[in-house]
């Protein structure tokens, strides 16, 4: 599958997309749900809880693994997945469609410091080796 | 299955490839002043034959009581079954299974284990067991304020055993959660819902209750549990096992029932020894049991649709997530757990039922006697399962030292852990006592009590 140009990425395998209200909608790579494999289980952060840069909002869950997924820019929590509560398979098939929170960001030069698809294309390629 | 140690070639190999010239080396970073150099207690290495002798000379020292003891460990009757069973090498040679999933009879042992302990509590689902009934409070303490998120505060009633008390407070402090202590009735022995009022808000992630509680008394359970639901709080249940045949189980308390349940599993076919090994077992909802720590077996079906067990809900554990799991336990108790299992595959649901009914008879029974004699009465008026507390005027060690010379241990004195009860005890009779069993305590007691008040410094 290909890195989509559209979107921002972080080195923690989180993607970003710039919505036209100006909230971000957080998501994981699909090279971080190949890693995991399955997922049984996602935890999302609450609507209103307010984030840094970098901190650890949400988990995903396989059957032997788990990972934390971390805020890519600051901000508050406006909307959360509810769907992948009951699919969370729905990673597995499309991890770019299947949206995982939204954030409308506060402190909005730190998506200027976000990777670009080749960017992270090339981080990902560096670990599959 | 042959054990063979490693032998000195093996070793000498091992410490080469690591490059490490002695084993002491390993150690280094330990520092000297923790280190034991000497166990003067433990002798050089003696016979099979020596050790026996030395052993059952021990054991005689412990010499054979009446017990009226409880306080957290009970006395009950383990037909021989259990243990004929327990030790049998397929169950007493297997530890917590590392290739889990080659121990398909363990973990079956396990599954059957969870699945009786989840009915008994009516909780949607059980742990393979946790160390012991205080550690597992310590661990629902910790759950409780994960699943809560905002809080790390957590009620306790001073009517929880001490010793639980102690041990959670020592696990949890360093995490900066705080156990706030709810007062009792004196009068009654449990806690009273109205004096929760002061604690109403959402500043608080559970509230513990025990059922029934350190005095034996039950706690008004189903109060407790809505006014906490009421108030944003989770409710951790910690009960007798025993006493679930008779009591109506947590799951079904009221506003939806606990959330989660820990207790000890002693009880269950397990014998009373000093120190244990007993092992503590941990049930919740649904919800929570991505937050709950331990193993948990779970039933499948393998390639070919037959079923199976395996070690489910893994990423909850340390071996995955590190320093972010649950719980740095990643064992259970086995062989405790497995005497259980059979204990209680052996009575059922209706010889569980029978032996707290026993249990509870009995101990009316010696409340009665007791209270018979002059100057003996209960310290609460609240119904009680298979322990209670008595006062009377004369001091308790004094009691149970008198007590004690004719071979019965009355029971265990309340001074230390509740000074404002005065002379006080906790006794407890179990179906094991005998009508004149305990009319022999009634007996001493009021002889101890008499006219001469021998026992009066």
Not at chain 2, 6 to 33: Q, Y
Not at chain 2, 74 to 100: K, L
Not at chain 2, 411 to 440: F, H, I, Q, S, W
């Amino acid at each position: 599958m290909t890195t989509p140009a559209d979107l921002k990425y972080t080195k923690s395998h989180e993607w970003i997309k710039q919505e036209a209200d100006g909230t971000v909608t957080v998501g994981i790579t699909h090279h971080a749900q190949e890693l995991l494999g399955d997922l049984v289980f996602v935890e999302l952060p609450a609507v209103g809880r307010k984030l840094k840069q970098g901190e650890e909002c949400a988990v995903v869950e396989s059957v032997k693994a788990a990972a934390d997924v971390f805020a890519p820019v600051t901000g508050e929590v406006v909307a959360a997945n509810a769907d992948l509560a009951d699919a969370p398979e729905k990673i597995n098939e499309d991890a770019y469609l299947a949206w995982m929170f939204r954030i409308k960001p506060t402190a909005p030069g730190e998506l200027a410091g976000l990777l670009d698809a080749a960017a992270y294309q090339a981080i990902a390629d560096a670990d599959r080796h | 299955m042959p054990f063979i140690p490693h032998t000195e070639d093996d070793v000498r190999a091992m410490l080469a490839a690591i490059g490490v010239a002695a084993i002491d080396d390993l150690f280094d970073e330990i520092p000297a002043s923790l280190r034991n150099t000497a166990l003067p207690g433990v002798p050089p290495g003696i016979t099979e034959m020596e050790v026996t002798r030395l052993m059952q000379e021990r054991a005689e020292r412990d010499g054979r009581w009446l017990n009226f003891i409880g306080g957290g460990a009970y006395e009950h009757h383990i037909p021989a079954a259990v243990w004929q069973i327990a030790t049998r090498g397929e169950f007493y040679s297997s530890y917590t299974p590392y290739q889990a999933e080659a121990s398909q009879g363990t973990l079956q042992l396990l599954y059957e284990y969870q699945s009786m302990m989840t009915s008994l509590t009516a909780m949607d689902v059980t742990n393979a067991s946790l160390y012991d009934g205080a550690s597992a409070l310590a661990e629902a303490v910790l759950m409780a304020v994960r699943a809560h998120k905002s809080a790390k505060r957590v009620l306790v009633p001073a009517t929880v055993h001490p010793m639980y008390r102690a041990v959670a407070r020592t696990i949890v402090r360093d995490q900066n959660i705080d156990l706030v202590e709810v007062p009792y009735c004196t009068e009654c022995g449990h806690v009273i819902p109205a004096a929760l009022q002061k604690f109403a808000g959402r500043d608080y992630a559970a509230l513990v209750v025990p059922q029934p509680n350190y005095f034996g008394v039950l706690e008004p359970v189903d109060e407790l549990t809505a006014w906490a639901k009421h108030n944003g709080m989770l409710t951790i249940a910690v009960v007798n096992p025993t006493s679930l045949a008779i009591l109506k189980p947590p799951g079904e308390w009221a506003a939806g029932g606990a959330d989660i349940v820990v207790g000890e599993g002693q009880p269950l076919g397990v014998p009373l020894a000093g120190g244990g090994p007993y092992f503590g077992f941990m049930a919740c909802r649904n919800e929570y049991v991505r937050q709950m720590p331990g193993r948990i077996v779970g039933r499948t079906v393998d390639v070919d649709g037959r079923p199976g067990y395996t070690l489910t809900l893994q990423a909850r554990e340390q071996h995955i997530r590190r320093s972010k799991a649950t719980s740095n336990i990643c064992t259970n108790q086995g062989l405790a757990v497995t005497a259980a299992t059979i204990y209680l595959a052996l009575l059922g649901p209706e010889g569980l039922a029978r032996v707290a009914e026993a249990s509870h008879a009995n101990a009316l029974a010696l409340a009665h006697q007791l209270c018979a004699v002059p100057g003996v009465t209960r310290a609460f008026s609240g119904p009680v399962f298979h322990e209670f507390v008595v006062q009377f005027d004369a001091p308790v060690a004094d009691m149970l030292h008198a007590l004690k010379a004719q071979g019965i241990l009355g029971g265990l004195a309340m001074t230390r852990d509740y000074p404002e009860l005065g002379n006080a005890m906790l006794v407890c009779a179990t179906e094991t006592k005998r009508d004149d069993d305990l009319g022999r305590y009634a007996a001493h007691m009021k002889r101890i009590l008499g006219p001469s008040r021998a026992v009066r410094a």
